[in-house]
């Protein structure tokens, strides 16, 4: 517990504390060096206390001599942003010949940064921002739903409705992101406008294996098979579950790289500087927007443009066309006439949302990490003089 300190003078001696040696009535007692060797020999000679300080104190030397012969820190990075432009690329490759200390003071540089920025520009490729959802626009314009898919199939408008409304509880029951309660039902809508042999009995066992599809797609650990069958009350088995996954990642011809609302949305939710409470307003509209059958056609991109206008206007409790500036048009490409016509349709939704039977969304935005924006008079369609009143009529 204590050390030990050799005392030399007219006679070798250790210097013992009294909770090593707790029997004694003094504090402190010496014992000759002979007696400590002949109990801890088997561990070799570990009373040459001096030789290891010597050693010791020869290291701490030398450390603080090549200390003193190696430039400082400031020195250092004073002498790399003279010589080199950090934030030209084409200087990188010639730090790749200065030495190992002079790099890692370049990499000091990004402590006295904010964390925050300083992760955006390691993650955030702010750099290819726009080249990427240039390229995730083309990918959307790839993959489209026809309007009115449903046409020449058994499954009604009302009754997609009820299946996606228990897609989403699914999804809230296993905790899921949001990505993948998009993409599911993105796959089961794909497989509806693809094939038309949906009816009231392979209706759940399509919704359910489009969820599983989708889990194995964003998650990063996908359902268990049977979990899966169980939220079913097994009505369903685990073959089924497998051949119907078959099926339809066949018909979809193994493409599940359909851009999704949500990764659109954080984009613009960025440029346009909202509060936590205004996105969750938006992502909120957008979920609701996934139960109106006349919405299924519609871009993400758009979609996406649509529902951050409107959460912003409930935000305000006020229809401003203003509030759709420059600075969203140009990163969004959309002008406000053209998703003005969707306003009324996310408005219906919003409001089908608040009935008794459909119940999913509004339960999974009323949580405080969602605002309860689904509780917020705002959005209730029955409250006099609200923006989604005024858009229901």
């Known amino acids: 517990m204590a050390a030990t300190e050799l005392q030399w003078k007219e006679v070798q001696s250790i210097l013992v504390f009294d909770d090593e040696n707790h029997k004694l009535p003094e504090n402190k007692k010496t014992i000759d060096v002979a007696q400590v060797k002949s109990h801890r020999r088997p561990l070799g000679d570990i009373c040459n206390v001096l030789q290891a300080n010597k050693e010791r104190n020869d290291r701490v030397s030398e450390k603080k001599r090549q200390k003193i012969e190696e430039p400082t820190i400031q020195t250092a990075v004073t002498d790399l942003e003279d010589e080199y432009s950090l934030h030209d690329p084409s200087d990188c490759s010639s730090l790749l010949t200065e030495p190992y200390w002079a790099l890692q003071k370049v990499l000091d540089l990004g402590k006295r940064e904010n964390e925050a920025d300083l992760t955006e520009k390691l993650y955030g490729v702010t750099e290819y921002v726009d080249d990427i959802y240039d390229y995730l626009r083309k990918l959307e314009r790839n993959n489209v739903i026809e309007m009115r898919h449903l046409n020449g199939s058994e499954m009604s408008e009302k009754m997609r409705t009820i299946l996606v409304d228990w897609m989403i509880e699914v999804h809230l029951h296993f905790q899921l992101c949001q990505e993948t309660l998009e993409l599911g039902i993105y796959i ?71 851009p999704l609302t949500v990764q659109f949305l954080r984009r613009y939710s960025k440029i346009a500087g909202v509060t936590p409470m205004e996105h969750a307003y938006a992502t909120y509209f957008c979920d609701a927007a996934l139960l109106e059958y006349s919405l299924c056609s519609v871009q993400p991109s758009r979609l996406a443009s649509a529902a951050l206008f409107l959460a912003l206007c409930v935000s305000k409790d006020v229809i401003d066309f203003k509030m759709w500036n420059d600075n969203l048009i140009k990163h969004t490409t959309y002008k406000l006439l053209d998703f003005l016509h969707l306003l009324p349709r996310i408005a219906t939704a919003v409001q089908l949302c608040s009935t008794n039977k459909l119940e999913a969304v509004r339960k999974k935005y009323a949580r405080a990490d969602k605002f309860y924006v689904s509780m917020m008079p705002g959005v209730h369609p029955c409250t006099k003089g609200s923006v989604i009143e005024h858009l229901c009529q």
């Open 188 to 258: 089961l809508d794909k497989f509806c406008d693809l094939r038309r042999n949906i009816n009231k009995r392979n209706a759940q066992l399509i919704g359910l294996t489009s969820i599983f599809l989708a889990a194995k797609y964003e998650e990063t650990e996908p359902l268990e098979i049977d979990d899966v069958v169980f939220v079913t009350d097994s009505a369903v088995s685990q073959k089924e579950i497998i051949r119907a996954e078959r099926i339809i990642f066949k018909t979809l011809g193994y493409n599940l790289s359909r």
